[in-house]
């Protein structure tokens, strides 16, 4: 029994002995932190995954603030990710100091090539990404993206509304949301200006009528930058 496991024995021992001579060696499934990860360069640059300049963005221009990322095909070294400094420049290898403000991801990696081309590289493949928008641009699109109507008038809050994207708000629930009519307001005929590709409508809606009544045949919906107008009720005597 024991000369029927020397073999195994011996050949275990062979193995530890290789694996510990390979500086190289990780047993499989070791785990990786953060921080081994990071210093291998194993972060999220955009750059890293690109692998030619024609895919390069040509419309986002480049802003100061922004996170952007720079590889050298021809160099096989990892992306280098910084920040794009308030002057507006970057650190391009080999190159130094580079005006990176209002130029696309592609327009940038064009003047970097022609630059590597006169003294480092015969042919340069340069590779370049925006990683992280600054928190100005950021915000901007956010706006950008969301929709919109005003209220204006005799209204307890006057001002500019949200409109949702996930649900729809009919007239009398804009009214509600504005805290409901002011004194002396003309519940029955508010006023709805409209874009249309004809020009501005103006529709008039009894939201009294609405709400009291229940005709909810006319309680509307909003739209994105419609204009509500609550105005004055007139006074005959």
Do not use: H
């Amino acid at each position: 029994m024991r000369f029927a496991l020397l073999p195994f024995i011996v050949f275990a021992f062979i193995a530890l002995n290789v694996n510990a001579q390979d500086p190289g060696f990780r047993a499989a499934g070791a785990p990786t932190t953060s921080r081994q990860a990071s210093q291998t360069g194993d972060v999220n640059k955009g750059a890293a995954v690109l692998t030619s300049m024609d895919v390069l963005d040509n419309n986002r221009p480049i802003s100061a603030g922004d996170t952007i990322s720079i590889r050298i095909l021809e160099d096989r070294r990892d992306a280098l990710q910084q920040m794009v400094a308030v002057t507006g420049e970057v650190q391009a290898p080999y190159v130094g100091l580079v005006n990176a403000r209002g130029k696309t991801c592609r327009d940038l990696a064009y003047t970097i090539k022609k630059e590597l081309e006169k003294n480092f590289f015969k042919n340069a493949t340069v590779v370049i990404a925006i990683d992280k928008l600054n928190e100005r641009t950021q915000m901007e699109e956010r706006e950008v993206d969301l929709e919109f109507y005003v209220m204006f008038g005799f209204v307890a809050k006057q001002g500019k509304y949200d409109l949702p994207s996930n649900e729809d708000i009919t007239i009398s629930q804009a009214i509600l949301r504005a805290g409901g009519f002011a004194q002396f307001a003309n519940k029955q005929k508010v006023k709805i200006i409209r874009k249309t590709p004809q020009g501005n409508k103006s529709i008039l809606v009894n939201v009294d009528g609405i709400m009291q009544q229940g005709d909810m045949e006319r309680d509307i919906y909003i739209r994105k930058d419609d204009v509500i107008i609550v105005d004055e009720l007139n006074w005959n005597f």
